[in-house]
């Protein structure tokens, strides 16, 4: 079992910048693919961003590439997701998740562990 806290979520203006942090319980984290998930009003969950077990990796949904980025840190239990050039469309609860499947996946309904998500507003 993992457990996931999310922080970092605020207020802010467009084009200025954030980092999310999530914090994972347990031993294991390492062994987990770790995913960054948004969900705006009225929309669907939508993958953002992933990376790998040993964080050599990563991946990015089209809408985010060279403005984000997700790394790790598995002596913290701990992953980042700093988000840069912010713009209004991406306001939105930030959720990570934790999934043990060995390949990554953009597919939040296999995801094994969420964290409860943090409020990103970015205003124009």
């Known amino acids: 079992q993992v457990q996931l806290v999310e922080s970092g979520g605020g207020l802010v203006q467009a084009g200025g910048s954030l980092r999310l942090s999530c914090a994972a319980s347990?031993?294991?984290?390492?062994?987990?693919?770790m995913g960054w998930f948004r969900q705006a009003p009225g929309k669907e969950r939508e993958f953002v961003a992933a990376?790998?077990?040993?964080?050599?990796?990563?991946y990015y949904a089209d809408s985010v590439k060279g403005r984000f980025t997700t790394y790790r840190d598995n002596a913290k239990n701990t992953v980042y997701l700093q988000m840069n050039s912010l713009k209004p469309e991406d306001t939105a609860v930030y959720y990570c998740?934790?999934?043990?499947?060995?390949?990554?996946?953009?597919?939040?309904?296999?995801?094994?562990?969420w964290g409860q998500g943090t409020q990103v507003t970015v205003s124009s």
């Open positions: 990376v790998t077990r040993s964080g050599g990796n990563t």
């Open positions: 998740a934790a999934n043990r499947a060995l390949a990554t996946s953009y597919v939040p309904t296999e995801y094994d562990y």
């Open positions: 347990g031993r294991t984290f390492s062994s987990y693919v």
